[in-house]
């Protein structure tokens, strides 16, 4: 069965700062990985993904995700934070395309940009 | 494409009235996804459709919920009776499979409050 642990359900970092979100996976086939966004009262919107291709996968708004099999993590990284990267950041991890293949979320950390 | 439309936006009912819960996924897409999110549970998968077939309803909590997509572009989430602990904000998800677009998009969600 697949499952993700997201280590820490609240980080803050000031505006400029490392960004440094992590998830670990546990899966029985090559997993398809994901990191998600959700603003306040918005729905989730995909940051990046992996599907076996380059391990280092580049997102949306200047985020970036490694996969790596050796650790089973997928932490997701921002050189420099931004106030507009408040928000709640779930990682999800699915078999693939496979049709019975569904996306599991971890419970979510909630990222605080300090002034 | 308008992305996943949901709704309504915002439900306010009484304990035990029926609630119905409307989703539009995103055109062409193949498969459709219920999900429940709170703060003490997170984000809950409650059932998922493939070409407008359910195919896992093993996270729909009681017989107090149901779920139908009766063609491509519509489904809808009852719950009959409603309970205060049906409190929650209910997403729907659609996506394609295979191909760079093998990727769940979220509508902006329902926020059911039952009083």
């Known amino acids: 069965a697949q499952s993700v642990t997201q280590l820490g359900s609240h980080v803050s970092v000031s505006e400029g700062a490392l960004v440094l979100l992590r998830c670990n996976y546990s899966s029985s086939v090559p997993p398809y990985l994901f990191w998600y966004v959700q603003y306040p009262n918005q729905g989730l919107q995909l940051l990046l993904k992996y599907t076996s291709a380059a391990t280092l996968v580049k997102g949306i708004n200047g985020f970036e995700a490694e996969f790596k099999k050796s650790e089973t993590s997928f932490h997701l990284t921002k050189p420099s934070a931004h106030m507009s990267d408040a928000a709640e950041y779930f990682c999800?991890?699915?078999?693939?395309?496979?049709?019975?293949?569904?996306?599991?979320f971890g419970s979510g950390t909630r990222l605080s940009i300090r002034p | 494409d308008a992305g996943v439309i949901q709704s309504p936006r915002h439900e306010v009912t009484e304990m035990g009235q029926e609630v119905t819960l409307r989703c539009k996924p995103i055109?062409?897409?193949?498969?459709l996804f219920w999900y429940r999110q709170t703060m003490m549970r997170g984000l809950e998968l409650l059932i998922y459709?493939?070409?407008?077939?359910?195919?896992?309803d093993s996270g729909m909590p009681e017989d107090r919920f149901s779920a139908k997509m009766p063609n491509a572009s519509f489904s809808t989430l009852k719950i009959q009776p409603s309970e205060p602990r049906d409190s929650a904000v209910y997403f729907c998800?659609?996506?394609?499979?295979?191909?760079?677009?093998?990727?769940?998009?979220f509508g902006p969600g329902t926020r059911l409050t039952v009083l």
């Open positions: 999800a991890v699915s078999r693939g395309r496979s049709s019975a293949s569904k996306i599991i």
């Open positions: 055109s062409g897409h193949d498969y």
């Open positions: 998800a659609s996506r394609l499979t295979g191909g760079s677009t093998d990727t769940q998009y």
């Open positions: 459709f493939n070409n407008n077939v359910p195919i896992d």
